[in-house]
């Protein structure tokens, strides 16, 4: 991807910055340059950007249940938060900040040391002229005096005080980083996607997990449920719930946090009290599949049953229903319960294993 040109700046370097990325830092640090610089900010303290770092891999770890790396600090200091503290993986970005402001946690402090070691001196690595690879042996301190003397840099340290080292942004930098943030934000992008598909070469929909997750656009798919309401009792597959028109939410079988699309055969309607206690879970495929499959086949039958039903079906297909030879698997007329249950089985059995296998957990409602 070529940068937009400049005549005063390096930018053959700038495009060489994640050229050596064996973990995801300098991908993050320089996203967090990108936010600091856009918002205004020339002087940014260390622990502003970890902070920024830890909150932009938040949903990545917590909510979507990404590898980072098999020893990557960033994502242990998310997992940790997380662990001792009642955030939610959907949580606000505003609320992870503010917490890691206020945070004294002893363990978290020293994860934010952890990723000031390297990334903050060695992303500019590009630019820099007759540094040797023993050069990088010595101290924070001496380091960053050492780097501070070359010339044409994106940023130069402050007074070196740990987490509250300053990076100043040189002023023409700051204002190409202005001008082309939206230009940088997709490189930064396409960097992340490459990076985080090769460290979860199984996981779907990777561009779709590099930030919060978004309200799902499931309109048709809620009228189409409310439609067969109408025609018949349905009971959601959790509690046991007879479900009523007006209070239907629909649940995403494998979660979306894992599957990333919105198919027909993964959605089905429960109550909103139970979507939300279910949340990103995986439901206990033993006690839940077989009511998910005999909920689905009712639908499927009232599908060739009901000319209304068929025609809504139509128009939730259109955009629900993306790939051809699953709509023919499982939704051509003449289908036996065993038949439909076992055709939906091979299709959502090793989507759930194989979220199973990324971290996501088992659920089990309990009234």
Request: some cysteine.
């Amino acid at each position: 991807m070529r940068l937009p040109d400049s005549e005063q700046l390096n930018i053959a370097s700038l495009s060489r910055l994640f050229d050596n990325k064996s973990e995801c830092y300098k991908l993050f640090w320089f996203q967090a340059i990108l936010n600091h610089v856009c918002n205004g900010q020339q002087d940014i303290s260390f622990e502003e950007l970890i902070d920024d770092m830890i909150v932009n891999a938040w949903y990545m770890v917590t909510e979507y249940h990404l590898n980072l790396g098999p020893k990557d600090t960033l994502e242990k200091v998310v997992n940790h938060i997380s662990s001792i503290t009642t955030l939610l993986p959907s949580a606000k970005q505003q609320e992870v900040l503010e917490w890691l402001k206020d945070s004294t946690d002893p363990i978290v402090i020293k994860y934010k040391r952890d990723l000031t070691l390297n990334v903050p001196y060695r992303l500019q690595a590009p630019f820099f002229v007759g540094f040797r690879s023993d050069t990088w042996n010595c101290g924070s301190k001496q380091l960053s005096e050492k780097i501070n003397e070359q010339n044409s840099l994106m940023y130069y340290f402050d007074t070196f005080a740990g987490v509250n080292t300053k990076i100043h942004i040189v002023s023409d930098w700051m204002e190409y980083l202005q001008k082309n943030q939206e230009i940088l934000r997709g490189w930064i992008q396409y960097n992340m996607i490459l990076y985080l598909q090769r460290r979860n070469p199984s996981v779907p929909g990777i561009s779709d997990k590099l930030y919060p997750p978004q309200e799902r656009k499931l309109e048709k798919v809620k009228n189409y449920w409310r439609l067969l309401l109408s025609l018949s009792p349905i009971h959601e597959i959790y509690g046991d719930n007879l479900l009523e028109s007006d209070s239907i939410s629909i649940d995403h079988f494998v979660p979306w946090s894992y599957v990333a699309h919105d198919e027909f055969w993964n959605l089905h309607p429960t109550t909103r009290a139970i979507n939300s206690r279910k949340s990103n879970h995986l439901p206990d495929w033993s006690i839940y599949f077989p009511r998910f499959a005999e909920l689905e086949y009712q639908s499927y039958q009232m599908i060739w049953k009901y000319n209304l039903v068929h025609s809504e079906f139509c128009k939730c297909a259109r955009e629900h229903l993306n790939n051809p030879e699953i709509r023919h698997r499982l939704y051509r007329k003449g289908l036996s319960v065993d038949e439909f249950t076992e055709q939906l089985k091979e299709v959502v059995y090793p989507i759930y294993l194989s979220a199973e296998t990324c971290g996501f957990r088992s659920w089990e409602y309990k009234a």
